[in-house]
């Protein structure tokens, strides 16, 4: 089984942590990036036993096909992680077309 980022998934997550740090999530810059990692290795590790769900149509903008899982990081934050499902000589792969939260798109889920 291998996870797959897409490029434009890459540069979110990149971002994700100055803008963590910059909105006052989290004091140190240095806690916004463990906590993007320690959501990358969640992903990278877990994405393979979560349920696999069909994505509205709303999400076709970012592919053909999507499926969405979902992860928890706290109480009030769930990440959504859309993405297709091949399969290349019997092995697995998850290729993340896209990445968001409860806080963006909760309305359209």
């Not at 990278?44 to 979902?70: C, M, T, W």
């Not at 934050?77 to 993340?96: H, P």
Request: with cysteine; net charge negative.
């Amino acid at each position: 089984m291998s996870v797959i980022f897409a490029p434009e998934v890459l540069s979110y997550f990149n971002a994700l942590v100055d803008v963590l740090y910059e909105r006052g999530y989290f004091g140190f810059k240095d806690s916004a990036f463990c906590y993007v990692e320690d959501l990358l290795d969640d992903i990278r590790d877990n994405l393979h036993l979560k349920v696999k769900i069909p994505a509205p149509a709303y999400f076709e903008k970012y592919g053909q096909r999507l499926l969405y899982s979902v992860f928890k990081s706290s109480a009030a934050t769930r990440w959504y992680v859309f993405y297709n499902v091949y399969e290349v000589e019997g092995e697995q792969i998850f290729l993340i077309k896209y990445i968001t939260n409860n806080h963006s798109v909760a309305k359209f889920l």
